[in-house]
């Protein structure tokens, strides 16, 4: 089974400041993607990155893809309480499915 | 909203029993995916269908059981039900194939007392 590994897992900060998580594989894999799940939703897609060293952007959100396409992070600017929930990447391993592999999740609490 | 529909939301039920989880896919989407979200395994895929045929399978165990219908909802059996088998079930669809979106319903939390 080819893993994700996501650190950290709990993260507690204030309103305004700044973080990053990671995605970690010792696989490549050909994209990934980054998921929010809220209390009591289905997670839901953030951003697919497909080539390696892409850096994509959404609104305080930034993703980047490592350049040997093994490893992920996501980088939250000035945190906003509204930004708390689990934060998941996940990888399709299959070429004729579109089967999920998800990491553990990072749980964010953004204090106000 | 997904346009995802799970139901029920939530299903209490005792140890042994068998229980049925219906999901109503995204209107066009031809793949549904079960998905199992607990709090020491995370989220596990256990199986997908496609078009109303078995596509992919996760580890899902023997006393669970999915199918996909006609008309392209899918069910997924869950029976002799052991306290470990709480969780939050997911179910999500898309119009399949690789990096296409998956969307997520609301989930199924399932006690086993």
């Known amino acids: 089974t080819q893993l994700l590994e996501q650190s950290p897992q709990f993260l507690s900060i204030q309103e305004g400041e700044n973080l990053t998580v990671y995605c970690n594989s010792s696989?490549?894999?050909?994209?990934l993607q980054w998921y929010r799940q809220e209390p009591g939703e289905g997670p839901v897609l953030l951003v697919t990155?497909?080539?390696?060293?892409e850096v994509k952007k959404l609104k305080r959100l930034t993703f980047q893809f490592g350049d040997a396409r093994k490893d992920s992070s996501l980088h939250i600017t000035a945190a906003q309480p509204g930004d708390t929930g689990l934060y998941l990447c996940?990888?399709?391993?299959?070429?004729?499915?579109?089967?999920?592999?998800f990491g553990q999740g990072t749980t964010l609490q953004v204090k106000p | 909203d997904s346009g995802v529909t799970q139901t029920p939301k939530h299903l209490i039920t005792a140890t042994g029993q068998r229980v049925t989880l219906r999901c109503s896919p995204r209107?066009?989407?031809?793949?549904v995916y079960w998905y199992q979200q607990s709090l020491d395994q995370g989220l596990q895929f256990l199986i997908q269908?496609?078009?109303?045929?078995?596509?992919a399978k996760g580890n899902i165990l023997e006393r669970f059981s999915a199918q996909q219908f006609p008309d392209l909802h899918s069910e997924l059996n869950l029976s002799s039900l052991e306290l470990g088998d709480s969780a939050l079930y997911f179910c999500?669809?898309?119009?399949?194939?690789?990096?296409?979106?998956?969307?997520f319903g609301q989930g199924t939390r399932l006690t086993v007392v």
């Open positions: 999500a669809s898309s119009v399949g194939g690789l990096n296409t979106e998956a969307f």
């Open positions: 696989s490549v894999f050909s994209s």
């Open positions: 990155v497909v080539t390696g060293g």
């Open positions: 996940a990888r399709a391993p299959g070429s004729n499915t579109g089967k999920l592999i």
């Open positions: 209107s066009g989407d031809l793949s």
């Open positions: 269908y496609y078009n109303g045929e078995e596509r």
